[in-house]
């Protein structure tokens, strides 16, 4: 199904991120509730936010425009995984190695539970 607007193209953006409005709208510098305006089609966007939210989100800026050709121009940001990389980057290493050892332990425990029985 086509995405006819470029509001639903916005949204359709911040849904195939698993983003809140909250966080989406974080992302690119607008108060949610001028955000929340623009997915229910009551304002327009203009050119800046297509520019912030290609460039935050590595959204393919005519797809957004015309919404013919792929959405994302690469695969989509893991945001919670940039997320996650930035706070482990301001932890003392002894943190660090502590987080690699209980993510290592969860990896295996999930494993496990794939596992066939």
């Not at 996650?84 to 932890?91: D, H, R, S, W």
């Not at 003392?92 to 990896?107: G, S, T």
Request: with cysteine.
């Amino acid at each position: 199904m086509a995405v006819s607007s470029i509001n639903e193209r916005i949204k359709a953006v911040r849904k195939a991120l698993c983003l809140s409005q909250r966080d989406f709208c974080r992302g690119i510098f607008l108060s949610r509730s001028f955000y929340t305006q623009i997915e229910s089609g009551v304002r327009n966007s203009n050119e800046r936010i297509y520019e912030l939210i290609c460039n935050k989100y590595n959204v393919n800026k005519g797809w957004l425009l015309t919404g013919e050709g792929e959405m994302f121009a690469a695969p989509p940001p893991d945001v919670e995984m940039e997320e996650l990389m930035e706070i482990i980057k301001g932890l003392d290493p002894l943190f660090k190695e502590y987080i690699v050892q209980q993510i290592r332990r969860l990896a295996d425990l999930h494993r496990k539970s794939k596992a066939p029985r």
